[in-house]
């Protein structure tokens, strides 16, 4: 990605993967330019979020796409407009749309910046495309009945599209009838509930990673369960964590090498159709007895003053302070730096130690460092966008100490 500059605006060449656009209004006592606008974003909100999210390395690796900037002054004062988009997820995105607030200067001028919107690209997009299909059906095609049952698929298909909703506490990716169906599929992630409600199967939800959330445990005592997963060893994980917490009825698979979320229609009604009674899984089922009284054992062998509770006194000393402690297998500090900084802090060849804990969003990015430099423990302030977790490693977050 690279910037240029068009008409005195400063801009950042955009890729096509933008999911939201961050429309914000913008008030400066004062008379102020593009590209004094574009610096104030860049400076004053740099080091605010962490290495995760911050600006200039979003917009290195694309996940920022071009900024646009209107501004016009009179009578001694500058008013104007923002737009920001965003590939990144809805959570962080409204993260760093809540960051532009924060800027109460631009030059040397006063000013203040408030989102007015955050726009779902991807929808209005849709809705285009919607619109223009029925056109050109109706311009293009002669037969009125194949005319309508087209038009009447296109819109069916958008709209389920649509219909994914946020369920339980964990506000769990969804399909709108998980409260009214006696029986629900589990499947890993977002992307499988999307395609399962394209071919109108729609009691389905999401556990977002290996630690299954408590909604999924508490359905599970009310409602026959299926367990829908990847044919590789991501599934595989996922399944013995379900069957160590939850209580599944059914296990399905996806041919193997494939994912739920890239399945045609008859290959998911084939997979549900083979679905196996968990009865007949003793391998798994065994496994997780033993993996679970190997946690009970563990648990007996902690020390008077617990993990937990030496994890909690490290998460009170960087909450709040954007830093992160890496510590050894005594779980002392070893090392102390800005959260920007623990990344290159990790891939250095000697840095070992058994837990890190830090004051930021925990990513794949770094749960794959920490697995590789064989820790047992990460503790953050949340998950972000995270798919596969690996068993040698214990994710926790701030709210779970």
Not at 35 to 56: C, K, M, Y
Not at 227 to 253: H, M, N, P
Request: proline share 3%.
């Amino acid at each position: 990605m690279s910037s240029d500059i068009k008409g005195g605006m400063i801009t950042m060449k955009a890729n096509d993967t933008t999911k939201y656009l961050i429309h914000a209004e913008i008030e400066a006592e004062g008379v102020v330019e593009r590209p004094d606008v574009v610096g104030a974003i860049f400076g004053q909100t740099e080091g605010l979020l962490g290495g995760d999210l911050d600006l200039r390395e979003l917009q290195k690796t694309g996940r920022i796409g071009r900024i646009e900037v209107k501004i016009e002054s009179k009578g001694g004062r500058s008013t104007g407009e923002i737009k920001v988009p965003s590939s990144l997820d809805k959570v962080e995105t409204a993260i760093l749309a809540a960051a532009l607030e924060t800027i109460e200067r631009v030059g040397p001028c006063s000013a203040r910046i408030k989102v007015l919107k955050i726009e779902d690209v991807r929808a209005s997009k849709r809705k285009r495309i919607v619109e223009r299909a029925m056109n050109i059906l109706r311009e293009h095609f002669e037969e009125p009945e194949i005319e309508s049952e087209k038009i009447v698929e296109i819109v069916r298909q958008a709209i389920r599209a649509d219909e994914i909703v946020e369920y339980g506490e964990e506000k769990l990716p969804a399909g709108p009838a998980i409260d009214e169906s006696d029986a629900i599929i589990v499947v890993e992630g977002r992307a499988d509930v999307l395609n399962l409600l394209k071919h109108g199967i729609k009691n389905v939800i999401a556990v977002e990673g290996t630690n299954i959330p408590k909604t999924i445990v508490e359905l599970s005592k009310k409602k026959t369960v299926t367990a829908f997963l990847d044919g590789d060893r991501g599934g595989d994980l996922i399944l013995k964590e379900l069957l160590q917490v939850a209580e599944v009825d059914y296990v399905a698979r996806a041919p193997e090498g494939k994912e739920v979320e890239e399945l045609t229609q008859k290959e998911i009604l084939k997979s549900l159709r083979n679905k196996v009674p968990v009865e007949q899984l003793h391998v798994l089922k065994k496994e997780a007895r033993e993996s679970k009284e190997k946690e009970k054992t563990a648990e007996k062998e902690k020390p008077k003053e617990g993990i937990s509770d030496v994890l909690r006194k490290h998460t009170e000393s960087v909450k709040g302070r954007l830093t992160a402690r890496v510590l050894d297998r005594n779980l002392n500090v070893i090392k102390e730096v800005p959260v920007r900084d623990l990344v290159k802090i990790l891939k250095t060849n000697n840095m070992k130690g058994s837990a890190i804990v830090f004051d930021g969003i925990i990513t794949q990015r770094l749960i794959d460092l920490a697995a590789k430099k064989e820790f047992d423990y990460i503790v953050g302030v949340r998950l972000g966008s995270v798919v596969k977790v690996p068993t040698s490693l214990r994710v926790i977050t701030f709210d779970q100490l």
